[in-house]
Structure formats: structure tokens, C-alpha cells
């Protein structure tokens, strides 16, 4: 039953898989004000490690069934997912399927990230306010095939949120000619008080050796196989280490063959997809992220609000977040440079010490109500027009 005189908004979105866009939706649905709105998070498919993660006053609808619900036996999950397929491509070029399933108007329809805005721009509810999400380099070599309909897209909405200022800066710098919205830079939040709970849940089982941690999806663009072979490097110089990696993605197994080549398999650890990945980040020594390109990585304000030093790459809003020598190391997407970085960690003990000491203060850094007023005053001032 919806209240009366609540704006009624509506996320669109893919699905609940492990990763930095999930985790800024769930923020948005646990914190917008439940006096002020109404929300509905409406999914393609029902699917990932975060879908039982909404919280229950928010409505879900999805499209399909996620990868969870369908058949272990194989043949039938063959016709099930040619059935979800069609089912998806049909909701593509018909929003009233989404529209009759959702059964609702809303005031105000939000995508947050690229990969839904044409769910939202093309709703069956004309009259709706639309909001565009940014959180990506819109250089990145493997985004520019999608490039000129995000182009298309973005002029279309009536509101534009860029996840970093770098996001911003360099889509104005690269299309100067572009029709952007009226926009603003909003950071993602961070919950401070479950992050330091759920980092204390248990202690992990390390080597009694210097240990970097890493959280991320496995794709290609964030950096994986450079950084095993940095590690890699290391070993045969002499200078013992692990690295344990967190995440899951369609590069596990090149990972797999790669780390066998170069006889790290035991060195250089998967532990794949886990919803608590923070008492790792917590208990390690050290935090690396060496990505080709990011927005506004959570997991980097994560590691910096649990005080672990951090090395990364100076990519999109990363050195927003991180003071080069003060409160973490920036690097550039090279292996000779992410070799040269964790060599720094792992014999120069006084510049650890010294981030360490900065990292004390670093939560003043993150002001969550700012980001979710913000996010607010967006939606109530665009359901005002």
C-alpha cells in the first residue's frame, strides 16, 4: 500500500551480483527517507549474491528468474535460460511488460548505471522525471563500442549524476559539444559502523608472511594479470609474499592457467565471490587495487576507513579519495610499477608506519548524510516540476 503524498521512485537495474554499483543501490534503498518515498527496485533478472540483500520495505519486482532458481539438471536449464532470454529481449523492445508487471506510476525513474538506460528512458511512463548514473571512464577502450548511444542517451534524461568528479571532468573534456543535463558529482556512501562490524566477524587464516588483499570483480580491465606477474617477480627475487584475491568474473579461469604458468597457485589465491570480504581487508597488510580503470571504487574507502595501506592506480576518482605518500600509493596501470609499489611496502616499514599514522583520521573524509541528502533533494526537487 503506497502512503500518500510520497514520491514514488523506481531503480532499474540488471541484477544483485557482487560489485560497486549493487552496493551503492543498496545504500541509496536502505538510507533515501522512507516518510518521503516510496521505492521500488525492479530487476531484469533475479540473480546474485546481493539479491536477498534489499531491505524488506523496499518493493522488488524482476523480469526473470536468476541463475539460482533454475534447474541443476542441464538440459532443462538449457531451455529455461533460452526461455529467460527471449523473455528479456521481448521487455527490451515492449516497456509494457515491465510497465504491466510493475503496475504502478512513478514519479521518478532512476538509472544507476549505463547498462539501464534505456530501461528507464524507454518506460512505458512518459511522464516520469529520469535520472542517468555515471560511474565510468567514458575513454576506456572496451566501453566505446556502447559509446555513441550513451551519447545519445545521456541528453535525454533530466537529471545527470556522475559517481566522481573525474567521470565528469573528462566526459566534458573528450565531448566538449555534449548536452549534459543539469548534473552534480555525488560520492557513494559508506557505512562506516556495519563496515567496522562486519570486519571484526572473524579473523582469516594468513601465511606468517606479508599479505596484500584485493577485492574486485575478475575482468580483464582491472588488472589481475599484471598484478601476478609483478607478484611473480617479486618471488624470484627473493622477497616472500601472498596475495589473496576476492571476486568472481569471466577471467577466473585465464587467472587459473596464469597463475599455474608462472607457479604462483599457491602464492596467489581465489577465493571468488564473498558477501563479507572485510575481515580479509582487516587482517591483511596491505590493500592493492590494480585496476585499469575505476569511477569511485567503494572498496578503496572501505580499505582506507579500516586503515590499511593502500596501493592503486591513479584512475578515475581514486586519487580523490588517496593522497599520494600520506594516506595510500598511486600508480600508473603498469606491472613495473605495481612490482615497484609492493616492493616499497614490503621492505620500507617506516612509509607503512607513516600512512598508518594518517589513516587515523581518515572517516572525517566521508560524510554519508551529505551524499544521501544530496541524492534527496534531487528527487524531491525533480517530482516538484
Known sequence: MMKKNTIKVLFRHRSMEMGGVEKV??????????EKFEITLCLNINQGELRNEIPKHIRKVYLAEGKEDLSKNSLIQKLQLAKRKIRLQNAHKNPKIADQLLNEK???????????FSSVLNSANTHSKKIGWFHSDITLPKLQPLVPEILKQIPQFD?????????????IETYPDLNIPENQV?????????????????????????????????????????????????????????????????ERENLKKQA???????????????LNPYPYVKNADFFILPSESES????????????????????????????????????NYETQEMYN??????????LVSEIESNLKNIEQQFDNQKIFDAVENIIINLAKK
Open 186 to 250: 555525488i560520492l557513494n556512501a559508506i557505512p562506516i559502523e556495519e563496515l567496522k562490524l562486519k570486519a571484526n566477524a572473524f579473523k582469516p587464516d594468513f601465511p606468517q608472511k606479508p599479505v596484500f588483499v584485493s577485492v574486485a570483480r575478475l575482468h580483464s580491465r582491472k588488472g589481475f594479470h599484471k598484478l601476478m606477474e609483478a607478484h611473480a617477480q617479486l618471488l624470484k627475487e627473493g622477497f616472500d609474499h601472498h596475495i589473496t584475491v576476492i571476486g568472481d568474473g569471466d
Open 106 to 116: 512513478y514519479d521518478v525513474e532512476i538509472a544507476p548505471t549505463y547498462a539501464a
Open 296 to 331: 569511485w571504487p567503494l572498496i578503496i574507502a572501505d580499505s582506507l576507513i579500516l586503515q590499511k595501506p593502500v596501493i592503486s592506480t591513479n584512475v578515475g576518482g581514486i586519487p580523490e579519495m588517496i593522497t599520494h605518500l600520506k594516506t595510500g600509493y598511486l600508480i
Open 260 to 274: 599455474e604458468h608462472l607457479g604462483v597457485t599457491k602464492s596467489f589465491r581465489f577465493l571468488g565471490s564473498l
Open 25 to 34: 543501490i543498496l545504500s541509496m534503498l536502505n538510507h533515501l527517507s522512507r
Open 341 to 350: 609499489a609492493m616492493r616499497k611496502f614490503i621492505t620500507e616499514p617506516q
Open 159 to 171: 537529471y545527470f549524476i556522475f559517481g566522481s568528479q573525474q567521470t565528469k571532468d573528462i566526459l
